[in-house]
């Protein structure tokens, strides 16, 4: 692949540290605003489709609007949504831009809103646009000006419209125009309005027109994001909802992070692409909003799970593109990548078998179904995973950690609290008592074959070690908080998975738990809430507040955290994160003697 050329103004942008990036999401794609404000990250028209803004992985193309001067950056989410405001301290006063895709997203169109104000003091402030499709490959052509004055122009297989930038000026190398510069000077109290749209056909005439985009924008999420007042830390459980929601499409698929490559560990070659919906993600993402808010994303999360549990039955895919497509075979780019990472689309998931998406599943349909919330079709695709439970529980399978295929403990055990769940919430008859028939045997078969020697559970049969995975079954209904396999694996897990309430999955090798790999926040949250089943109040809460501070400066969580450095590690932002960090806010919200007497865990 070749890439295209890259400007000057380009390399004033390199990459950041991953905790100063901001995400703007509307569902069907998303962007990374860095400290600059650069958008150094955006693929359209979908989640899934080609880079127009790649340069956080090397390739070309971005969007800033930055100060002229001299700068501290900073900045904040306006609460309960994805509205970012930019705020820069220069010598001159203060300057603000605020930024948002335009929410609810059209799923072929995009509107970028900018907005940029002079707080206090004059502003100066240079903006460059500099998109480029296909990673980097194929520069802006056929630039025009449209009836209005706004920029027009084609960008690989996309329609682009540029508009309150009448002024800018066409830039390009050897008469080419594949960006544009402009340099804005604002007096106190003035604003400028930024409008970009990318469309995969023609953009509808007339331009967007910036104050009623902004308006529906703002009252949009205000009806997307429920209050959450009965949670324990309300603006950042406010946040974590916004970010799922913003990561969720028209069709119910919540992508597990806006990003491809960024890597987990510096040259280590773990880097991936996770601009996909993993179901096991998605049931994640379900059972937090039914233990904080049962609504939309509940409802979302099991209609795109039952479409395809309906389609593919026991031969359901781990992951799906957001409009349930196959998951394109991984493939490498010709770019530098994230320092310290390589450059990667597709994801190696499409070949994999995981048995744990089944039990996942049914944990998602019964947490639907005791809120009153699942249909008849709901109740089919059920029945569609307790059958492939039933023909596949012995089959070797990757696991929650998408290794090489064993009899993991996790995937058998997760399956058979789904079974045991589903049954509790449904209608009397046969079919109930079948699945927790079957959930009984397969805890029996898992016990006699993968229970430690020191009575907790092991990783699978063949592998007396621990795995911080093994204590999400107790949590979802298998096992109750005093069964002696439970309170063991708990206590060992604490004792050998983690380090100064962090915790780890598993050990890797003989070096030290964080040379190996950093500390995975998605377990963090999961001890916080088997801390909390456990009545452990103080332990749960020491937990939790662990995790939640193991973000970037906007709130956001990667997949892992260096413990020793405080960098965000991977894709960004991790959905699961998110949803484990809701969760555990609902759930620790509860006193003890509430938690203890209700049943674990409606």
Known sequence: ???????????????????????????????????????????????????????LIGGGGLYAVTPAEPFVPGGSYED?????????VTRSGIVECRDALAFPGDTGRLVLLRRLTAREGPARVRVVLHPVAGYGREPMREVRRGAAGEWQARLGGLALRW???????????????????????????????????????PLRAPV??????????????????????????????????????????????????????????????????????????????????????????????????????????????????????????????????YPGGYDRIGNHVNRQFQLDCFGEALLLLAAAAEHGRLDDDGWVAARIAADAVRQRWREADAGIWELGNRDWTHSRLICAAGLRRIAGAAPRGPAAGEWSALADAILADTGKRALHPAGHWQRSPDDPSLDAALLLPPLRGLLPAEDPRTRATLRACTTHLTDGYYAYRFRHDDRPLSKAEGAFLLCGFVTALAEH???????????????????????????????????????????????????????????EATARTQPWPT
């Open 1 to 55: 692949m070749t890439t295209g050329h890259r400007p000057d103004e380009d390399r004033h942008y390199p990459p950041q540290d991953l905790g100063s990036y901001a995400l703007l999401a509307d569902g069907e794609r998303g962007a990374l605003v860095g400290p600059r404000g650069e958008i150094c990250w955006l693929c359209a028209p979908r989640w899934h489709d080609d880079a127009v803004f790649a340069a």
């Open 80 to 88: 309960g949504s994805l509205i970012w405001r930019s705020r820069w």
């Open 163 to 201: 508009s309150g930038a009448e002024d800018a000026r066409p830039e390009g190398d050897g008469g080419t125009h594949d960006r544009f510069t402009l340099e804005l000077e604002l007096a106190e109290g003035r604003q400028r309005d930024l409008v970009l749209e990318l469309g995969a056909g």
């Open 208 to 337: 967007v027109h910036p104050g009623r985009a902004w308006a529906a924008t703002e009252q949009a999420w205000a009806s997307a994001v429920p209050g959450l007042a009965d949670t324990v830390a309300v603006r950042d459980t406010r946040q974590a909802y916004a970010v799922l929601r913003g990561l969720t499409s028209a069709g119910g698929g919540m992508v597990a992070a806006a990003t491809t490559s960024l890597p987990e560990r510096a040259e280590e070659g773990r880097n991936y692409d996770y601009r996909y919906v993993w179901i096991r993600d998605q049931a994640y993402a379900g059972q937090a909003v039914a233990a904080a808010a049962p609504g939309p994303l509940l409802d979302d999360a099991v209609r795109f799970t039952t479409a395809r549990l309906h389609a593919d039955g026991p031969g359901l895919s781990p992951a799906y593109t957001v409009d349930g497509r196959p998951v394109p075979d991984q493939r490498p780019l010709d770019l530098p990548g």
């Open 533 to 591: 089943q456990q009545g452990h109040e103080i332990d749960a809460y020491r937990w939790f507040e662990r995790n939640r501070a193991a973000c970037g400066a906007p709130g956001l969580f990667a997949e892992e955290y260096d413990v020793a450095q405080r960098r965000l590690l991977g894709n960004l932002p991790q959905a699961f994160v998110h949803a484990l960090m809701l969760e555990a806010s609902a759930r620790l919200a509860r006193p």
